[in-house]
């Protein structure tokens, strides 16, 4: 039996779905992390309410530690799931990045309550000591979460993945600010954030459904250990350095100003890198999985410009908007408090725009298994941050600091790039033509919002945003959707 009128909105809604498997791949993670980060979104106005900038600091200096524990999460192995063609193998990976996980976190339940009181001293993390018992349990959630995760994506199931990463934001956000009303700061941050990391587990699990394998025998473990032996050599110390490159800021911005302007680089640094969460790791995922088939049929380079071009058209203009806007952008929304943290935004948005473009054609390092080259990237960028945060405290300034920490972390990026474009093989001289054009495109654009930012007159500056970015998407609409068809 038909209904007509079920039957028209549903031939109306199919022309709106993208025919393209890799569109159709990308448009369903992105949804859903957009869906997502507009939830935390929501819920900022009333998180910056509720909790101090303080104590976003203590959330900020919870979420490094962790996420520098979980660079080790399955010694890297995990990386490597969605690589080999038969499900066999790639179980047997599976099974073994669980295993080193699991003694890992007996290894940081083990010693997290050692670390002596000097170091807290120092570090200033007197704040977050009480609290210590919450580190193991993220590790462990959180270790769990990323394993299954990379399971899934070797079965595309990018719908559960999806739906994990709207639930993690629901349900972390809710109990952040229900914590939060009754009076439990800084705590109610951590625990929410713990939530936001590790709901979804059960649901990444439901990947298995239908497959039934056997537990590997030790010397098949040891033969993938042996035969995948670049990820923890190499790949799980990248990812440490590149965590810490990424986590180094507010460690560093505690103990040598205080929580308060970590809290402020915080919420900034967090809201910034929304296109790169909504954009970037959607599109990263998708493109791992056809670099890595692509390998084989020798397409990587032409596969690696379409990512590439279509990660210049949805990235540049967002993070350019955003960088005029900032200031005042910050102040209105979530307070007087905060407006630091929009000023923090304008110094960071340079570099996000580079990190949008690279990082989530990073992955290529890992199809290629060109580990050791990203190993010596991510050392070098990590000194290279630590080295202009220093050079800021020299001045006695947290805004001299964040700002030469945006300039060179854009420099940085930029080589990021022209390498990923070499090792995939990429001519260099196209890519960056069509940045310019972007860029060029864009800043024309927005010159009446950066006018009437200037002079002050915010409802225009706001409706000349919104004006600019409807013109931008009209023109690349179609071109974008060329890409993959």
């Known amino acids: 039996m038909t209904i007509p009128g079920i039957d028209k909105a549903r031939e109306k809604f199919a022309k709106f779905v993208p025919k393209s498997k890799t569109v159709r791949a990308i448009s369903v993670l992105a949804g859903g992390t957009a869906m997502a980060q507009f939830i935390n979104i929501l819920f900022a106005p009333l998180l910056t309410r509720v909790y101090s900038p303080a104590d976003f600091g203590v959330l900020s200096v919870y979420t490094a530690i962790l996420a520098l524990l979980l660079a080790f999460s399955g010694f890297g192995y995990h990386l490597a799931i969605p690589l080999p063609k038969a499900n066999n193998r790639a179980f047997n990976l599976f099974v073994l990045s669980m295993i080193l996980h699991l003694l890992l976190c007996l290894f940081v339940a083990t010693t997290i309550f050692f670390v002596p009181d000097k170091w807290v001293r120092i570090l200033k993390w007197e704040s977050l000591q009480p609290y210590f018992w919450l580190i193991p349990l993220g590790f462990a959630g959180g270790g769990f979460y990323t394993i299954l995760n990379y399971w899934a994506v070797r079965e595309k199931a990018f719908g559960v993945i999806s739906r994990t990463r709207m639930a993690q934001s629901i349900f972390g956000g809710i109990t952040q600010i229900f914590l939060g009303f009754i009076g439990l700061r800084p705590i109610g941050l951590l625990i929410g954030q713990f939530i936001n990391q590790t709901a979804g587990i059960l649901s990444l699990a439901s990947s298995f459904k239908g497959k039934t394998f056997r537990f590997p025998r ?208 990429n001519k260099l001289t196209t890519p960056m033509r069509f940045i310019g054009k972007i860029f060029v495109h864009s800043v024309l654009l927005l010159l009446p919002c950066l006018y009437f930012q200037i002079i002050g007159k915010q409802i225009f500056m706001y409706s000349s945003a919104f004006l600019g970015s409807c013109a931008f998407l009209l023109v690349w609409r179609s071109y974008l959707k060329a890409l993959f068809n």
């Open 218 to 425: 030790s010397h098949r473990l040891k033969h993938v250990a042996k035969r995948y032996r670049r990820f923890p050599l190499y790949s799980s110390w990248g990812t440490l350095l590149n965590t810490a490159s990424a986590q180094v800021t507010p460690i560093l911005l505690v103990s040598w100003y205080s929580e308060s302007v970590a809290g402020w680089f915080s919420l900034g640094n967090r809201l910034i890198h929304l296109p790169l969460l909504i954009i970037g790791a959607s599109v990263s995922q998708v493109y791992f999985q056809k670099a890595s088939a692509s390998r084989f049929s020798g397409n990587t380079a032409n596969v690696t410009e379409k990512f590439f071009k279509a990660l210049a058209i949805v990235g540049i203009f967002p993070l350019i908007v955003i960088a005029i806007i900032a200031p005042n952008l910050f102040s209105t929304v979530f307070g007087k408090d905060w407006a630091i943290s929009g000023l923090y935004v304008r110094f960071l948005a340079p570099y996000l725009i580079f990190q949008v473009l690279a990082s989530p054609l990073s992955t290529v390092f890992f199809a290629m298994e060109r580990q050791r080259t990203l190993l010596v990237f991510q050392s070098i960028l990590l000194l290279t941050r630590v080295t202009s945060l220093y050079s800021g405290r020299l001045f006695e300034s947290a805004d001299h600091s964040i700002l030469f920490y945006g300039v060179a972390s854009a420099a940085a990026y930029c080589v990021y790039l022209l390498l990923i474009l070499n090792i995939s093989g």
